[in-house]
């Protein structure tokens, strides 16, 4: 079956330090893969998204890799700030289909 | 424009009895996607609709849940007879697809639904 993987612990990241966190996936050939922040109380919002024949994404602080290969995304914040903390969500899309989530992953920078 | 919009914000309701909640996507998407989320847990995936296809409802958990969109906007979840386990923060997000380009998902607040 399609399973989404991405830490079940929560990250703890020192201010100013690069927090990088896994998204991978299996039995699932995504044409696009998104990330999306979610603070408590409040519904996820959108981040990035990464096309299939893109290796890397950029957007200020943020860097987004994908490889099909290894099925795997991951997610970067550079010079990371205590405002950074939150949930961040990826989530998968094949098209023609729904688009699927993975439980997220929460993300502590330490000041 | 107006974002997602999801009425009620808070719903507090007696086991047993049936609930109805709204979600306004933005005008023009043509899809719509409910979801659960229970406290500290990750999106739970109920229905989507897309334009004037059938929906995809492999995600709802029970015969009591269903949901209905009017005109390719409006959307309503109806959850029947419901259950303390039904206690969960129910999300609608919309999103524009074209030519099988996919765009974000934009997210309601939320409608949190206590049953007691």
């Known amino acids: 079956s399609q399973k989404i993987e991405q830490n079940s612990e929560a990250l703890n990241i020192q201010e100013g330090k690069t927090a990088t966190l896994t998204c991978n996936y299996t039995n699932y050939s995504p044409a696009y893969l998104q990330w999306y922040r979610q603070d408590p109380g409040r519904g996820p919002v959108f981040l990035l998204l990464i096309r299939e024949n893109e290796k890397e994404k950029r957007k200020e602080r943020l860097k987004v890799t994908f490889d099909t290969t290894l099925k795997q995304s991951l997610f970067h914040i550079t010079a990371s700030q205590p405002a950074d903390s939150a949930t961040y969500l990826c989530?998968?899309?094949?098209?023609?289909?729904?688009?699927?989530f993975g439980k997220g992953t929460r993300l502590h920078i330490l000041p | 424009g107006a974002g997602v919009s999801q009425s009620p914000s808070n719903k507090v309701t007696e086991k047993g009895k049936d609930v109805e909640l709204r979600c306004d996507p933005i005008s023009g998407h043509t899809a719509l996607y409910w979801y659960r989320q229970s406290l500290g847990q990750g999106l739970e995936f109920l229905i989507y609709f897309q334009g004037n296809s059938a929906p995809d409802k492999s995600g709802l958990p029970s015969d009591r849940f269903s949901a209905e969109r009017t005109g390719g906007s409006v959307s309503t979840l109806t959850i029947q007879r419901t259950q303390q386990e039904d206690s969960a923060v129910y999300l609608c997000?919309?999103?524009?697809?074209?030519?099988?380009?996919?765009?974000?998902?934009?997210f309601g607040p939320g409608t949190r639904l206590t049953v007691l």
């Open positions: 997000a919309s999103s524009w697809t074209s030519g099988g380009a996919r765009n974000e998902q934009f």
């Open positions: 989530a998968l899309d094949k098209l023609n289909d729904k688009i699927i």
